[in-house]
């Protein structure tokens, strides 16, 4: 396909001349007197670039490539001006003009501006495409990875989401449940119908009966009128339950009731309403413990565990960091700042060695302190002070793998165990500082503590 070039200028001589220059170059020339019927034209047809005059009657040049740069970003725009009016082709270059040249010109000099406008457009070009299948192959609905626990999870997801069973999700908070929950939303068949999400543990208790399933006018005090609950509002779609194990055990009666019935009554109401609702459910607690301790019932967990979704602390996925930290990086930058960002080689370090126990969260507070700091460059300075106290633990570098090779998992897990207990003998058996001598929180220690079953149930 040949490239396409648009002359604009309002000598007729000179739109004539630059198409013969051109046409002989191969390329595909089209002209235009005004700058009013360039726009036009551009509407009409796609154009590689632009080669505009500066100073034409009615709109002029410089007006023409701001709407240019709009329009089309990627149309690189080269401005041709008399030697007088210079000043104007720096403004207009300070716009996003390539290149400008002056009045007269060799034959030559323009072909090879030519040239590298559109080379460097090109690359440009090129640029995008490839950060778009980064990004592309690196996410999945939103959540961004491509360490094997993600590519395993991704895998998942898409497998539970054609089915209509229910989906427990676990992980340390920060880990992006309520993500996976809306990605198997969004593959499945229900994807055209409302997501609806609540935190259990957010909700006063008096209130959560009625925010779930709703409540009749006059039913309790402050009841002024007829509400839908949240079944009602996720109609035909999904409801997801964050911290599932905070919801009191009257209220787990009853949405087990509703999960077997598939119908529910609102407060106060006697009349029984169906829910064609698919519930999906979250927790970083330890629900089996709570089945243990009598504060979950055991005929609901098995209910919202038929399939169980495991979300990796970002401690277990460390080669998704510098994924996250660019995605993060776009996300709080605005206008020029965009794609400028660079994180130097000590920066990198320390965040790639950082346990971060508040997990993706955590991370992302320290990318927005950081290009609040400096918007530019991301540096140690620019770090929040926990993480450059290192917390790794001094271990033996004297290892050696045999030559019938080693399980790296149990290997890991044994030591992790032997971490735990150690920090609970020396804060005495107190949890949360044992947790914090760890460098994590207090809820983070307890799910690892269970998962090795050293979890007594005490503070």
């Known amino acids: 396909m040949k490239v396409r070039i648009l002359v604009v200028d309002d000598e007729l001589s000179m739109r004539e001349f630059l198409s013969i220059l051109l046409e002989r170059e191969g390329y595909e020339v089209s002209i235009t007197g005004s700058a009013e019927e360039a726009l036009r034209m551009m509407d009409a047809s796609l154009y590689d670039l632009v080669l505009s005059d500066v100073n034409m009657p009615g709109l002029s040049g410089i007006e023409l490539l701001s709407r240019i740069k709009e329009k089309s970003p990627e149309t690189a725009v080269l401005m041709l001006t008399a030697f007088s ?57 939103g959540i961004i990875g491509k360490s094997q626990k993600m590519r395993e999870l991704f895998d998942m997801i898409q497998k539970v989401a ?103 009554k609102r407060v106060g109401d006697a009349q029984t309403r169906k829910a064609d609702v698919r519930i999906l459910c979250a ?40 994924l996250l930290i660019e995605y993060f990086c776009r996300k709080f930058q605005t206008g020029s700042q965009q794609n400028t960002t660079s994180v130097t080689p000590g920066a990198l370090k320390k965040l790639m060695n950082h346990p971060f126990p508040g997990n993706i969260r955590e991370l992302e507070n320290c990318i927005e302190r950081s290009l609040i700091i400096d918007a530019l460059v991301i540096s140690e300075s620019s770090l929040p002070q926990q993480l450059l106290v290192s917390k790794m633990p001094c271990l033996t570098s004297d290892c050696d793998i045999p030559e019938t090779g080693i399980m790296l998992e149990p290997l890991l897990e044994e030591l992790e165990k032997k971490y735990l207990l150690k920090a609970l003998e020396k804060t005495n058996g107190a949890k949360k500082k044992a947790g914090e001598l760890l460098g994590m929180s207090f809820r983070s220690f307890r799910y690892r503590l269970a998962k090795f079953g050293l979890d007594s149930g005490d503070e």
């Open 162 to 264: 054609v089915s209509q069973s229910s989906v427990l999700i676990l992980g340390e908070s920060g880990t992006g449940k309520e993500l996976a929950a809306r990605s198997i939303h969004t593959c499945s068949q229900r994807k055209s119908k409302p997501f609806v999400a609540v935190n259990c543990g957010a909700i006063p208790e008096k209130l959560i009966e009625s925010e779930l399933f709703g409540h009749k006018k006059g039913s309790f005090t402050g009841a002024v009128g007829d509400r839908p609950g949240l079944f009602e509002q996720a109609e035909g779609g999904t409801l997801f339950l964050d911290e599932i194990g905070e919801l009191p055990l009257l209220l787990q009666t009853k949405l087990l009731r509703v999960l077997q019935e598939r119908e529910f």
């Open 85 to 141: 009016a210079a000043e104007q082709a720096v403004e207009a270059m300070k716009l996003g003009a390539y290149d400008y040249v002056c009045k007269p010109f060799k034959n030559e000099e323009i072909k090879q501006l030519i040239k590298n406008a559109l080379e460097k457009q090109g690359l440009k070009r090129e640029n995008t495409l490839l950060k778009k299948n980064v990004s592309e192959r690196d996410s999945f609905c």
């Open 283 to 322: 927790s970083n607690r330890d629900l089996e413990s709570q089945v243990r301790e009598g504060s979950f019932r055991e005929d609901l967990y098995y209910r919202i565990n038929v399939v169980q979704l495991i979300m990796p602390p970002l401690r277990e996925r460390i080669e998704d960091i510098p």
